[in-house]
């Protein structure tokens, strides 16, 4: 079982920037994708960043939404990944989950029904 906590969302106008941590435990084995997911009021949730290490390689996709502004990374040794959401838009406003997977190909990495661990989420609100 997999323990996904996140923290780091808040209120923010737009152009500014948040930062949001992710911190996995449990048994992590195996996980080949971990990333962020935002879901708005009304939307289905949609990925937003994700890396993907299946294969023994190391990729982060983005949404087109989101490109050139978020950036994710990762701490390896803390099991933990990091968004930093830089030129926020009210659009972006959303609650945020992060998620983790094992075995899912590359093609997948922004389709939340693949995921099978989820944190609780974090809210981002950016105002005009």
């Known amino acids: 079982q997999v323990q996904l906590v996140e923290s780091g969302g808040g209120s923010v106008q737009a152009g500014g920037s948040l930062r949001l941590s992710c911190a996995a435990s449990g048994y992590t084995y195996g996980r080949n994708a971990m990333g962020w997911f935002r879901q708005a009021p009304g939307k289905e949730r949609e990925g937003v960043a994700v890396?993907?290490?299946?294969?023994?390689?190391?990729?982060?996709k983005y949404a087109d939404s989101v490109k050139g502004r978020f950036t994710l990374s990762q701490n390896n040794a803390k099991n933990t990944v990091y968004l930093q959401m830089n030129s926020l838009k009210p659009e972006d406003t959303a609650m945020y989950y992060c998620a983790a997977a094992g075995a899912i190909p590359y093609q997948a990495v922004l389709l939340a029904d693949r995921y099978n661990y989820w944190g609780q989420g974090t809210q981002v609100t950016v105002s005009s």
């Open positions: 890396v993907y290490t299946g294969g023994g390689i190391g990729i982060t």
